[in-house]
């Protein structure tokens, strides 16, 4: 049965919270600004996950049945009577239903953490002590909804007839729960990331996101957050054109500027300006250049330059970081790194944003140009030049990761020296 109320839990709580969230056309990724960790809102969330639960158990007959007799008398029974392994649950309501409820309690640590609502599936240390610190909350949650003030012993006296109170579900909801942690963190990086990079429709993205990642799904209403958010990432809102299968994206002679233009960017130092006050410099060296000719190829040329070998500055008329939004923005690099953003509005919750997406968010990861003439728009659309920072191991660079912020500019120059690669946005013959 507790895993039917877990269940509707979901549904009522999809419910309550969907009249305090608004569609808005922008992605959903919205970083606050946390010092620290949120206790206020990790309890308030938390106890709105134990109200839900318990007014659903007192829908049931049994549960309002045992509201009889002396009510401290039968409590002390319930503590009393916890012996042995099992409580007489069923095998999918001790190993299936409880780590979920333990990982929902799990990921509200998570998203009120500072230091773990950031971090990825990975083996880094960090991570693992993040989870580990979700798992303490869990089992503090399910102790509490086991045998606490507000618990199964108190509302209903669960445990007070012999054989139905064990040990089995305060060991299982934290350790299963951590184990769910952990199963959609992976399915989040490795298989919804991949898809998403995919440039699906956004109807698919936001479905992978709940079907794969439920229970971060059901924490992420108990905030009034979308069932789809992220705090690292947005939705991927650019989708490529329809390209026939066999049929080459960019022509023959915007193949051509793309050889071009691989051995021009290797010459040497290669500049990037706009007339907005964009001036970026980088060397490529010897990393490879990664293209994608026909089934899907979209004619961008793309590369991951050394990790150290860039500085200069980016100037933007919009940022957005997650939630955060700065208007009329220069982000200052040295050494590969950002080391400044400035903006006329929206300064300081530019810096929290990128704060909070953790060190890989500064490093400088990726340059591309875009060659396809068939492309309005995008990365890919000739002549547009993006400038991406987080990871580029897919790329054959050091900086472990997806990437995290790419910012394109379509009025752009790029030259190495005396020779140009794109003249405002355009692309030189």
Same mark, same amino acid.
């Given at each position: 049965m507790?895993?039917k109320?877990?269940?509707?839990? %979901?549904?009522?709580?999809? =419910?309550?919270?969907?009249?305090?969230?608004?569609?808005r056309?922008?992605? /959903?990724?919205?970083?606050e600004? +946390?010092?620290?960790?949120?206790?206020? !809102?990790?309890?308030r969330?938390?106890?709105?996950?134990?109200?839900?639960?318990?007014?659903?158990?007192?829908?049931?007959?049994?549960?309002?049945? #045992?509201? #009889?007799?002396?009510?401290?008398?039968?409590y002390?029974?319930?503590?009393?009577?916890?012996?042995?392994?099992?409580?007489?649950? @069923?095998?999918?309501?001790?190993?299936?239903?409880?780590? %979920?409820? $333990?990982?929902?309690?799990?990921?509200? #640590?998570?998203?009120?953490?500072? =230091?773990?609502?950031?971090?990825?599936?990975s083996?880094?240390?960090?991570?693992?002590?993040?989870?580990?610190?979700?798992?303490a909350?869990?089992?503090?949650?399910?102790? #509490?909804?086991?045998?606490?003030?507000?618990?199964?012993?108190?509302?209903?006296?669960?445990g007070k007839?012999p054989?139905?109170?064990g040990?089995?579900?305060?060991?299982?909801? !934290?350790?299963?729960?951590?184990?769910?942690?952990?199963?959609e963190?992976?399915?989040?990086?490795?298989?919804?990331?991949?898809?998403?990079?995919?440039?699906?429709?956004?109807?698919?993205?936001?479905f992978?996101?709940i079907?794969?990642?439920?229970?971060?799904?059901?924490a992420?209403?108990?905030?009034?957050?979308?069932?789809?958010?992220?705090?690292?990432?947005d939705?991927? +809102?650019?989708?490529?054109?329809?390209? !026939?299968?066999?049929?080459?994206?960019?022509?023959?002679?915007?193949?051509?500027?793309?050889?071009?233009?691989?051995?021009?960017?290797?010459?040497?130092?290669?500049r990037?300006?706009?007339?907005?006050?964009?001036?970026?410099?980088?060397?490529?060296?010897?990393?490879?250049?990664?293209?994608?000719?026909?089934?899907?190829?979209?004619?961008?040329l793309?590369?991951?330059?050394?990790?150290?070998? @860039?500085f200069?500055?980016?100037?933007?008329?919009?940022? +957005?970081?997650?939630?955060a939004?700065?208007?009329?923005v220069?982000i200052?690099?040295?050494?590969?790194?950002?080391?400044?953003?400035?903006?006329?509005?929206?300064a300081?919750?530019?810096?929290?944003?990128?704060?909070? %997406?953790?060190?890989?968010?500064?490093?400088?990861?990726?340059?591309?140009?875009?060659?396809s003439?068939?492309? @309005?728009?995008?990365? @890919?659309?000739?002549?547009?030049?993006c400038?991406?920072f987080?990871?580029?191991?897919?790329?054959?660079?050091?900086?472990k990761?997806?990437?995290?912020?790419?910012?394109?500019?379509?009025?752009? /120059?790029v030259?190495?020296?005396?020779?140009?690669?794109?003249?405002? $946005?355009?692309?030189?013959?």
């Amino acid at each position: 049965m507790r895993w039917k109320l877990l269940a509707a839990a %979901m549904l009522f709580s999809a =419910a309550a919270s969907g009249a305090g969230v608004k569609d808005r056309a922008q992605a /959903t990724g919205e970083v606050e600004r +946390r010092q620290g960790f949120r206790w206020g !809102p990790a309890l308030r969330q938390s106890f709105l996950f134990l109200s839900i639960e318990h007014s659903l158990r007192l829908t049931q007959a049994k549960t309002r049945e #045992q509201f #009889q007799g002396k009510f401290f008398r039968n409590y002390w029974s319930c503590i009393k009577s916890i012996r042995g392994w099992g409580d007489g649950d @069923s095998f999918f309501t001790n190993y299936i239903a409880h780590p %979920m409820q $333990g990982a929902v309690a799990g990921f509200i #640590q998570i998203q009120n953490d500072p =230091a773990g609502i950031t971090q990825e599936f990975s083996r880094e240390g960090a991570y693992w002590r993040s989870r580990l610190k979700s798992m303490a909350w869990s089992a503090a949650y399910s102790t #509490q909804f086991e045998i606490g003030p507000i618990s199964e012993a108190t509302i209903g006296h669960v445990g007070k007839r012999p054989g139905t109170a064990g040990l089995t579900d305060l060991v299982v909801t !934290p350790t299963g729960g951590l184990g769910m942690t952990v199963l959609e963190d992976a399915l989040d990086r490795l298989v919804i990331r991949k898809f998403e990079a995919g440039r699906t429709s956004l109807g698919w993205q936001r479905f992978m996101r709940i079907s794969l990642n439920p229970q971060r799904t059901f924490a992420n209403l108990l905030r009034f957050k979308r069932p789809w958010h992220r705090d690292t990432r947005d939705l991927n +809102r650019w989708t490529m054109p329809m390209v !026939p299968a066999g049929v080459q994206v960019i022509s023959a002679a915007d193949a051509a500027a793309r050889e071009r233009a691989k051995e021009v960017l290797r010459l040497g130092t290669v500049r990037v300006r706009t007339p907005r006050g964009t001036d970026f410099m980088f060397r490529v060296g010897s990393r490879p250049f990664h293209v994608e000719d026909v089934e899907g190829g979209d004619g961008l040329l793309r590369v991951a330059p050394p990790e150290q070998a @860039s500085f200069g500055q980016i100037s933007l008329p919009e940022l +957005r970081l997650g939630g955060a939004v700065g208007k009329n923005v220069v982000i200052e690099v040295d050494n590969g790194r950002i080391t400044r953003v400035r903006a006329a509005e929206g300064a300081e919750a530019l810096a929290v944003a990128l704060a909070a %997406m953790g060190e890989t968010a500064h490093r400088f990861a990726e340059f591309s140009i875009g060659f396809s003439s068939s492309a @309005s728009h995008g990365p @890919s659309a000739r002549g547009t030049v993006c400038l991406g920072f987080g990871g580029n191991e897919e790329l054959g660079g050091a900086l472990k990761g997806p990437l995290l912020h790419r910012h394109c500019l379509v009025d752009a /120059t790029v030259h190495v020296d005396f020779r140009y690669l794109v003249r405002d $946005g355009k692309l030189t013959e």
